[in-house]
């Protein structure tokens, strides 16, 4: 009983964050609600149209949720209840702040682009070094979602083989990538959320109803990791999309444009995100509620997560929901995967796009950008996939560190005060730096209190970077 009050205790939070902490972080920005939105003053038919709200808040929540707040949640309730924490304050403090901020930004300059926003609070060489950062992410992110939900629907349907699956999805993508927003991802996104919202509630109502005691262990200080992962840096790299996600601030700029009315951007960004956190609590809790659960292979949840996170997802649908059920969760599953890959294509070619300043309304200017670049997503996919996960990871809360930075270098610009973004943009410095010194398999591989102690230093080093460009720019404008 007391576990599932904890569960309802972290859904209130999210909500009470998104009501009273995303008013704080839209007044401390100054938005003006009577500002005329990128569709209204300048629509191209292409990727500036104007949508109904509900429309573009589904594709946001969508967009963004990817495989993070699933197999990411799962993966992360390894370390124990800690992970709920995780969520909750990463989410409301972090990651709902970034991507609505962010989202702010990119609406003030016409629906810019991340790279593009860096590059005008930070400078121009952080300009051009984010154009490569963020395509060769979103790069990896359309790899990544196209071979696991390839492997899933496969494991469903088993008429078509991986690679079979895998041309399918790169073939919808590429569509979804060159066509309108409006012709096929404003269509079917509708049916995709239905099919996402039954995995993600049938879930919540199902796990009460099963029979075992909802998060039986509340021990929030104790790394409960089989393989003794330690919880910092790794949990914080582990849940990523669910409690603050840099990918999430290459995807507003897509819906900024197609967003009508300013007064909305805080339901859709802020929102997007808290609804996202919500999916990842859920798994959290399924993983931790069955973790000494014996499930397929007489392997418990736990031990079926840590040698296949994906595996394990598909036996608690099957579990909770039944043959049926199970299925209709574990296509939600997936459909946040394609979802998530289709929209990143589509931002990477509009990134490319300013990189060698083509307009886009034309079929074939898109054509000549889209090409090369799914030819890189077919070759980058021959690569070891676990190695493309792992830095996949980590490269995507390094950008949430850049976002953070420029947040807090515009709030600073527009006069305004800069430690809601400041604060978090040096723990997470803090998280990337240390990850990269110390992770086993992937890192450099020093002890963890050394590669904490770098940490610790690179963030201090970049807070007072930080420092010294604020004062160097209010001494130019004096």
């Known amino acids: 009983?007391?576990?599932?009050?904890?569960?309802?205790?972290?859904?209130?939070?999210?909500?009470?964050?998104?009501?009273?902490?995303?008013?704080?972080?839209?007044?401390?920005?100054?938005?003006?609600?009577?500002?005329?939105?990128?569709?209204?003053?300048?629509?191209?038919?292409?990727?500036?149209?104007?949508?109904?709200?509900?429309?573009?808040?589904?594709?946001?929540?969508?967009?963004?949720?990817?495989?993070?707040?699933?197999?990411?949640?799962?993966?992360?309730?390894?370390?124990?209840?800690?992970?709920?924490?995780?969520?909750?304050?990463?989410?409301?403090?972090?990651?709902?702040m970034h991507d609505f901020l962010a989202a702010l930004m990119s609406a003030d300059r016409?629906?810019?682009?991340?790279?593009?926003?860096?590059?005008?609070?930070?400078?121009?060489?952080?300009?051009?070094?984010?154009?490569?950062?963020?395509?060769?992410?979103?790069?990896?992110?359309?790899?990544?979602?196209?071979?696991?939900?390839?492997?899933?629907?496969?494991?469903?349907?088993g008429g078509l083989s991986p690679l079979q699956w895998s041309c399918v999805i790169l073939g919808y993508y590429f569509l979804a990538t060159i066509l309108p927003i409006g012709a096929i991802i404003g269509r079917i996104y509708p049916f995709f959320g239905a099919v996402f919202l039954f995995m993600a509630f049938g879930l919540a109502v199902t796990l009460p109803l099963s029979g075992h005691p909802i998060l039986p262990c509340l021990d929030f200080f104790t790394n409960?990791?089989?393989?003794?992962?330690?919880?910092?840096?790794?949990?914080?790299?582990?849940?990523?999309?669910?409690?603050?996600?840099?990918?999430?601030?290459?995807?507003?700029?897509?819906?900024?444009?197609?967003?009508?009315?300013?007064?909305?951007?805080?339901?859709?960004?802020?929102?997007?995100?808290?609804?996202?956190?919500?999916?990842?609590?859920?798994?959290?809790?399924v993983g931790l509620t069955l973790r000494e659960v014996i499930m397929d292979g007489n392997q418990t949840f736990a031990q079926l997560t840590v040698a296949n996170p994906a595996g394990a997802v598909r036996a608690a649908c099957n579990m909770l929901l039944g043959d049926v059920g199970g299925c209709l969760a574990v296509l939600g599953v997936v459909v946040l995967a394609i979802t998530s890959g289709d929209t990143a294509m589509r931002s990477c070619r509009l990134m490319l796009a300013d990189v060698v300043r083509v307009r886009q309304v034309s079929v074939a200017s898109r054509l000549a950008l889209a090409f090369p670049l799914f030819v890189l997503v077919i070759i980058i996919s021959q690569l070891d996939f676990s190695v493309i996960w792992r830095y996949f990871g980590w490269g995507n809360q390094t950008l949430a560190c850049i976002t953070l930075w420029t947040i807090a270098a515009c709030l600073r610009r527009r006069r305004r005060s800069c430690f809601i973004a400041v604060i978090p943009a040096v723990f997470m410095t803090c998280v990337c730096a240390t990850f990269l010194f110390y992770a086993p398999e992937c890192g450099i591989c020093l002890s963890l209190s050394v590669a904490t102690t770098v940490g610790l230093i690179v963030s201090a080093l970049s807070a007072a970077a930080f420092l010294t460009m604020v004062r160097a720019g209010a001494d130019k404008a004096e």
Request: contains cysteine.
């Open 110 to 157: 016409g629906g810019a682009n991340l790279p593009e926003l860096v590059g005008e609070n930070l400078g121009e060489p952080a300009r051009h070094a984010m154009r490569f950062v963020c395509i060769f992410l979103l790069l990896m992110v359309g790899v990544v979602f196209t071979l696991l939900p390839a492997g899933m629907l496969h494991g469903i349907w």
């Open 224 to 285: 409960m990791h089989p393989s003794g992962t330690p919880v910092w840096p790794m949990i914080f790299v582990t849940i990523a999309c669910g409690a603050i996600s840099g990918f999430h601030a290459t995807q507003s700029p897509m819906m900024v444009r197609c967003l009508p009315d300013a007064r909305n951007l805080r339901r859709v960004f802020y929102g997007a995100m808290v609804v996202e956190a919500m999916v990842a609590l859920i798994w959290a809790t």
């Open 1 to 96: 009983m007391l576990g599932f009050f904890i569960f309802i205790i972290c859904f209130v939070l999210l909500i009470a964050g998104y009501v009273f902490y995303g008013r704080y972080a839209q007044s401390v920005y100054g938005l003006d609600e009577k500002m005329e939105m990128p569709c209204v003053k300048s629509p191209d038919g292409v990727d500036f149209v104007p949508l109904p709200t509900w429309k573009i808040f589904l594709i946001q929540l969508l967009n963004i949720a990817g495989l993070g707040p699933v197999v990411g949640a799962v993966s992360g309730c390894l370390f124990g209840p800690v992970a709920l924490l995780w969520i909750v304050a990463g989410c409301v403090l972090a990651g709902a």
